[in-house]
């Protein structure tokens, strides 16, 4: 039968449309299912038509946070601002690192942010509960190109790392007002939001793009590219994602 039916396993609906709302950038949904291959509870967000993001893939989106955070290792209280919160993969394993003290998690679409204020993702409450963690509302690429920084309680504080997992990767934009963050200068503005040494980090769904890993090498220092595989047991392979990574 279709996951998408009335059915019942264990108890449960097979499928369940959690939460849809109509956003800026189209309408969002957030769905619970059953994935017949494995038997897993998944929870996937859509814009339209469009697959967001998926619980039965999150490998990359904690290596967004490992990667970043591990050049920082041994520093202690530090100050993380993530764009983009989706299911919260990426802010969980920010703060299942030592040495945060404090996370900022920026997301444009508040019906995200209210489903983690009402678990109706499995981390939110995780996250909300917890007091080094708040999460804002807002445009994270007008707050990272602004002169007075993120919104972190004071004017023009500076961060130790900056992790983003927003867009599908640097060419396939979510929206095209986004595409001056991955320009060069886009690249220099954020870079001033980092204190010296800081870390940024950027997740992709493409392989990795030599001309953006130039484009990086423009603004920052120490660029890499790294690609993260992990298995895709819906189509019986193994997939990547990439992350790339840059100190200031």
């Known amino acids: 039968?279709?996951?998408?039916?009335?059915?019942?396993?264990?108890?449960?609906?097979?499928?369940?449309?959690?939460?849809?709302?109509?956003?800026?950038?189209?309408?969002?949904?957030?769905?619970?299912?059953?994935e017949p291959t494995t038997g897993r509870e998944v929870h996937?967000?859509?814009?339209?038509d469009d697959f967001l993001m998926s619980s039965l893939f999150v490998d990359a989106e904690v290596a967004l946070a490992d990667i970043g955070l591990d050049r920082l290792a041994g520093r202690t209280d530090l100050v993380v601002v993530v764009?983009?919160?989706?299911?919260?993969?990426?802010?969980?394993?920010?703060?299942?690192?030592?040495?945060?003290?404090?996370?900022v998690v920026v997301d444009f679409l508040a019906p995200v942010i209210d489903w983690h204020r009402r678990s109706l993702v499995p981390l939110g409450?995780?996250?909300?509960?917890?007091?080094?963690?708040?999460?804002?509302?807002?445009?994270?690429?007008?707050?990272a190109a602004a002169e007075q920084g993120f919104d972190l309680g004071q004017p023009r504080r500076l961060v130790d790392a900056i992790l983003v997992d927003i867009d599908h990767s640097p060419r396939h934009l979510l929206a095209p007002q986004n595409a001056p963050f991955y320009t060069a200068d886009?690249?220099?503005?954020?870079?001033?939001?980092?204190?010296?040494?800081?870390?940024?980090?950027?997740?992709?769904?493409?392989p990795p793009d030599e001309p953006f890993v130039a484009t990086l090498a423009e603004a920052f220092d120490d660029v890499a590219a790294h690609v993260v595989a992990f298995d895709n047991?819906?189509?019986d392979r193994e997939a990547t994602n990439?992350?790339?990574?840059a100190s200031a």
């Open 83 to 103: 764009g983009g919160l989706g299911l919260g993969y990426t802010a969980r394993a920010v703060l299942d690192h030592p040495g945060v003290g404090a996370l």
């Open 186 to 206: 886009g690249l220099r503005k954020l870079r001033r939001q980092l204190r010296p040494g800081g870390v940024f980090a950027l997740w992709s769904n493409d």
């Open 125 to 143: 409450a995780g996250l909300v509960g917890d007091q080094r963690c708040r999460l804002v509302q807002g445009d994270f690429f007008a707050l």
């Open 233 to 235: 047991p819906l189509q």
């Open 44 to 48: 996937e967000v859509k814009i339209d």
């Open 1 to 34: 039968m279709s996951d998408e039916g009335p059915t019942r396993r264990a108890g449960r609906a097979r499928f369940e449309e959690l939460d849809w709302q109509e956003t800026p950038i189209g309408a969002i949904s957030l769905r619970r299912r059953i």
């Open 242 to 245: 990439t992350v790339y990574v």
